[in-house]
């Protein structure tokens, strides 16, 4: 069984840095703002091992979306996708931040963030040498 509970910034990076950066230095997995101190990290444990992260940071939303809070560094372990680990995830960071959020997901994931409540914003755009991703938009509880 899946618990969500809050974790630190260094204990998401091996997922992020496995789901989000392979084959790139495990810093790239490190994100500006991980250790400030209004942001906030996720894991998703299974027999206490970490295999789906989030981290939620202060970060106004561009382009006019309404939202001071994004989510970042969302991951799953391949193994463990589609078994509702991400879902667990986002139910949890809705509860526990309820404001307005926005996030830059990849456009391979777009249905998953539609499917728990989130708005796509805009058109698609290229984050390189990661690919085409689409703001998301959250409007809170």
Known sequence: MIAVRRVSAADVVDVRHAVLRPGRPRETALFAGDEDADTRHW???LDDR???????????????????????GMAVL??????????????????????????NARAAVEGFYARQGWRAVGELFEIPPIGPHRRMWWPGA
């Open 43 to 45: 894991g998703a444990l």
């Open 50 to 72: 970490i295999v789906g992260v989030v981290s939620v940071m202060a970060a106004p939303a561009p382009d006019g979306i309404d939202a001071d809070w994004q989510l970042r």
């Open 78 to 103: 391949s193994e463990l996708q589609g078994a509702h680990v991400g879902a667990a995830l986002v139910r949890t960071v809705h509860a526990e931040v309820a404001a307005p959020m926005w996030c």
